[in-house]
C-alpha cells in the first residue's frame, strides 16, 4: 500500500454559503449526487456535512443527514466520514447528533479550540441569495471555534469507543499534532492515526508549503509509523498543497468545502471535476489512487457494514 494514495472529497463543508458558487450542494438530493460522483471519479472517502435545503445554512439535523446516507451507501463503496465541526455556534451536542444517529466508519475531529475567520470573504460580495449568509460571515472576525480537551476527550468515547468510528484527526495547527499525541499517550484511540494537516486558515498555520514539510516532520517524530498523513491547502493554495502532500508519501483532500475553484479565478462546476484533477497528477507521479477497500485496510475502519444507515 506504500504507494497508495487516498483521496477524500469533502463535498459541500459549512463556511462556503450559496451566494459564493452555484455549484455547492446545498439539498439531500444535491449532496448525493454530488458525492456519488466524487466516488465514481475517483474519491475513496466522502466528507460530509447536511444544510438546510430552503436556505442552505449548515445543519447537523440527522434527519437531513439520513436522507443522503444511505442512497451514497446504495450507489457506492466509499467511505462516508460525517462532521463532528458541524457549523459556527453549534453546540457539540449538535454537532454529535449525526455521528450518534448513523454511527459511521469515520468522523472528523478537530484537534483544538481557534481563532477560525472567514471574514475576508465576505468582502467579495454586496448582494446575497439569502439573510443569513452575511452576518454568518462576518461573525466569524470575533467568533472562536471550541473543541476543548474535555469535548475532544467526550467525542472520542462517545463516538470512538461506543461505535468503533475512527477519526480523520484535523490538524490547523503544529499544536494540535502535540493535542493529539496527548490523548494518544491517554490511549483513548488507536493507531494507526490519520491526520489531515489544513493550511491557509486564518487563524491557523499558514499556506506556506514549508510549513507541511515541517508539519510533517513532528507528526514523523510523534508518531513515527503510526500515523497516515493527509494535507490540503485552503482557497488557491489546493492542489500545490495536493502534490505536495503526496510527494511526500501522504493522502490529499478536495472539494468544494475547502476550494470553490478548480483553476485561477475558474469556480469548479462540481467536487467531481477536483477529484478528476488531483487524480491525475497522483497518476502523474507514478502513485496509485487507493480504492474505498484499500482504504478501510490502509485506516483499519471497522467497514460500511458495520455503520447505522
Known sequence: MSNKVIITCAVTGGIHTPTMSPHLPITPSEIAASAIEASEAGAAIIHLHARDPETGKPSQDPELFMQFLPRIKQATNAVLNLTTGGGLGMSLDERLA???????????????????SVAQLGKKYTEWKHDWEKDYI????????????????????EVGQEYGTRFEFECYDIGHLYNLKMFVDRDLVKPPFFIQGIFGISGG???????????KQVADRLFGSDYRLSAFGIGKQQMAFLTQSALLGG????????????GRGQLAQSNAEQVRK????VEGLGLEVATPDEAREILNLKGGDMVGF
Open 278 to 281: 488531483i487524480r491525475m497528477i
Open 205 to 215: 498555520v499558514g499556506g506556506d508549503l514549508e510549513n507541511l514539510v515541517y508539519f
Open 138 to 157: 462576518e461573525s466569524t472576525w470575533k467568533m472562536i471555534y471550541p473543541n476543548t480537551f474535555e469535548m475532544i476527550e467526550r467525542i472520542m468515547i
Open 98 to 116: 449525526p455521528a450518534h444517529r448513523a454511527k459511521p466508519e469515520v468522523t472528523s475531529l478537530n484537534m483544538g479550540s481557534m481563532n477560525f
Open 251 to 262: 493522502n490529499v483532500r478536495v472539494g468544494l468545502e475547502d476550494s470553490l475553484y478548480i
